[in-house]
């Protein structure tokens, strides 16, 4: 569990890696809603199964709530973030960690073949680098301690 480990490897580690879809026309409202019901901080804004947008909790508190946006009448396009930076699956956690860290943004979709296959977040990658760390620090224990297989 490295940083030069790809956003793949990551995918098949994760808890919870469905595709959470809303359309461009549900609520603002209608998001919220299934963000909390999945405990998820973003949405694949999706249309035709296409993507065309993501939307996240920063964008309701930056662009719904502070601009005085009804939740109930907003519709998600109007305030949702478009266009998309994404990854594929052969994008490392460090592309991806330098990727959300410049774009000052917590969540990546990531697609392969024109269709979104995951979302990673920057949760997602820290967990990944720290459990690599783990891995070493165990590593290295056992070989000072005599431990080491090899």
Sequence with gaps: MKITDTVDQVLKHKAFNKILPV??????????SLMAENDVGALMV???EKLVGIFSERDYARKGILQGHN????????IMTSPVVSVTPQHTVDECMN????????????????RVVGI???????KWVIS???HAIQALEGY????YPG
């Design 23 to 32: 359309s461009p026309e549900q609520t603002v409202h209608d998001a919220l």
């Design 132 to 134: 690599g760390q783990e």
């Design 120 to 126: 990673v977040s920057i949760g997602d990658m820290v």
């Design 144 to 147: 000072i301690t005599g431990a």
């Design 99 to 114: 990727l959300m860290t410049d774009g000052h943004f917590r969540h990546l979709p990531v697609i392969e073949d024109d």
């Design 71 to 78: 939740s109930q009448k907003t519709k998600v396009r109007e």
């Design 46 to 48: 999706m249309s035709d």
